[in-house]
């Protein structure tokens, strides 16, 4: 069983920075994509960023050039380092990992972007 464990959300002002971590455990096959979406309020779920076993990721184009996701595979984590931070990216932030068989998701951490 795959459990997936987010942290490092929280309030920041408009311009500041916040780091994701999700720590993954259990049985993890390969190949696999972890990563980052978001849910505001009043809104679907959407892919912010994802990184292949392989080492390609890509983006959402709200948040390239501000956000930067990378992955320990040895540590088993996966990191969302989010800059320059807007109010639109007010949300909660759930950790993701797809695999050949399934989807896996964390419970989610919230981010609150306002002054």
């Known amino acids: 069983q795959v459990q997936l464990v987010e942290s490092g959300g929280g309030l920041v002002q408009p311009g500041g920075s916040l780091r994701l971590s999700c720590a993954a455990s259990?049985?993890?096959?390969?190949?696999?994509?972890m990563g980052w979406y978001r849910q505001a309020p009043g809104k679907q779920r959407e892919l912010v960023a994802a990184s292949l076993n392989g080492g390609s990721t890509n983006y959402a184009d709200s948040v390239k050039g501000r956000f930067t996701i990378s992955r320990d595979n040895a540590k088993r984590m996966v990191y969302l380092q989010m800059n320059n931070l807007e109010p639109e990216d007010t949300a909660v932030y759930y950790c993701?990992?797809?695999?050949?068989?399934?989807?896996?998701w964390g419970k989610g951490t919230l981010v609150t972007v306002s002054s």
């Open positions: 259990g049985t993890i096959f390969s190949p696999n994509t």
């Open positions: 993701n990992l797809a695999t050949r068989l399934r989807d896996y």
